[in-house]
């Protein structure tokens, strides 16, 4: 399962929680309570090397 990161639009709370990717997207905040719980977009973990990969395929 993936882990998603999510920032709070109002506090600027933010955790990584580790869902489904069928699961629904998380909306209320956990801290404050209010519908500003946004996923973010973040880069991947991990980078192929070594030979025939390329670091910026």
Known sequence: ????????EQCGFAKDVLQKIS???????????KSAFKKQV???GFQLKGNGWYVTD
């Not at 399962?1 to 709070?8: G, L």
């Not at 699961?23 to 309570?33: I, Q, S, V, W």
């Open 23 to 33: 699961d629904a997207p998380l909306t209320d905040c956990p801290e404050c309570g």
């Open 1 to 8: 399962m993936p882990i998603y990161a999510y920032r709070c």
């Open 42 to 44: 973040t880069a991947a």
